[in-house]
């Protein structure tokens, strides 16, 4: 089973990422034969960005991964502008792809609709790139959160009309893999909005390298209710605030919403349920962000991660582009 997930060079990653996504890529490791990681530069630039800082934000990330329990030994981890194919088989499945389905993405419609100067094309095409960092190792499982769930089903549409169009069987059909809890991990202050890099509030934000203060403080100020009697229970609908607070409390407890629950009873108010979100959520941060330090100040060793990572990704990619290119009608 050949496991693939990409995750962007952009900004400090935040508690969604970390219990969305890379807390799976960490458990996929050993069940992946190989588990494939990308830092996905070329998808940074559909958005303005500075030159400049790219490849610092890169290593940013890639010193998060390892600090999160990557293993350069049990999975490939690697830079995607560093593997041509991405570029070549993104543009030759742009033949499969309908342009009304990249104006109907969500994805696309909120970012556009936040650019002020330029809505670039890249950023229409987003998709068709996600799609081929995947098709291009045959991958059959990708595990993301919620808010990919359309871009997946795109690129499950666009291997099928490929393979009818060229040949059964080029292309594996991969499957999303999305958690049962923590998929869409919310916002602090805004708990019916997911927390974002752009789209959240700073103070709703938890970073995966913030200090333990910073969290404690962001959930004191978390928003939750007024409900009369206060109650602690799951419903999203009536209680976004508590139920994602329950849920964080679950996931970095490594227990069910219902212990975290059980747990609480006899509380006095929702500050007793803030207090066990911080403790839990401090306990399962501080080490990474401690890791992450270490890692962060060798450079030369990152980037030989991502060297190494990038030749197996190579070595991958390559005989699947051969076939793709063969069955298209290229030399
Ligand atoms: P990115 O970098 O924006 O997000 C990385 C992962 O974090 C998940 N995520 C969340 N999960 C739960 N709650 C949240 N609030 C939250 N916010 C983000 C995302 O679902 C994602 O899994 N398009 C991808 C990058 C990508 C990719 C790929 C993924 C490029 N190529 C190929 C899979 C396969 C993205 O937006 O990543």
Redesign the pocket.
């Known amino acids: 089973m050949r496991i693939?997930?990409?995750?962007?060079p952009?900004g400090a990653k935040?508690l969604?990422?970390y219990?969305?996504?890379i807390r799976q890529y960490v458990d996929g490791q050993d069940r992946g034969d190989p588990a494939i990681y990308?830092i996905?530069d070329l998808?940074a630039i559909t958005v303005p960005y500075e030159p400049a800082q790219l490849r610092e934000r890169v290593l940013d990330t890639a010193a998060t991964l390892l600090a999160a329990g990557l293993d350069p030994a049990r999975c490939v981890l690697f830079r995607q502008g560093d593997v041509r194919e991405h570029s070549e088989l993104s543009w030759l499945l742009t033949s499969v792809t309908a342009v009304g389905e990249l104006n109907r993405m969500h994805q696309f419609r909120d970012k556009s609709s936040a650019q002020r100067e330029l809505v670039s094309a890249g950023l229409l095409f987003y998709p068709v790139?996600?799609a081929a960092?995947?098709l291009a190792y045959r991958a059959h499982e990708?595990p993301?959160?919620?808010?990919?769930r359309e871009?997946i089903e795109l690129m499950r549409e666009v291997a099928r009309r490929f393979n009818a169009r060229f040949g059964e069987g080029l292309l594996e059909v991969p499957e999303g893999r999305i958690p049962t809890v923590?998929?869409?991990?919310?916002d602090l202050q805004e708990p019916t909005r997911?927390?974002?890099t752009t789209g959240g509030s700073a103070e709703g934000t938890i970073y995966v390298l913030d200090e333990p203060k910073a969290i404690e403080k962001k959930l004191k100020r978390a928003v939750t209710d007024s409900e009369d009697p206060f109650t602690i229970r799951r419903d999203p609908a009536t209680k976004p605030g508590v139920t994602n607070l329950i849920d964080l409390t679950a996931v970095a407890r490594g227990t069910s919403a219902e212990e975290v629950v059980a747990s609480l009873e006899g509380a006095r108010g929702y500050g007793d349920l803030k207090l066990a979100a911080a403790e839990a959520l401090t306990a399962m941060l501080v080490p990474v962000r401690e890791r992450y330090v270490e890692l962060r100040a060798d450079e030369p060793a990152l980037e030989a991660v991502l060297a190494e990572g990038a030749e197996k990704a190579r070595a991958l990619a390559a005989p699947v582009l051969a076939d793709v290119r063969a069955a298209m009608g290229f030399s």
């Open positions: 693939f997930s990409g995750i962007q952009t935040h969604g990422n219990i969305g996504a990308c996905v998808h790139l996600m960092d995947v990708v993301v959160g919620e808010d990919q871009h923590g998929a869409r991990v919310m997911k927390m974002s």
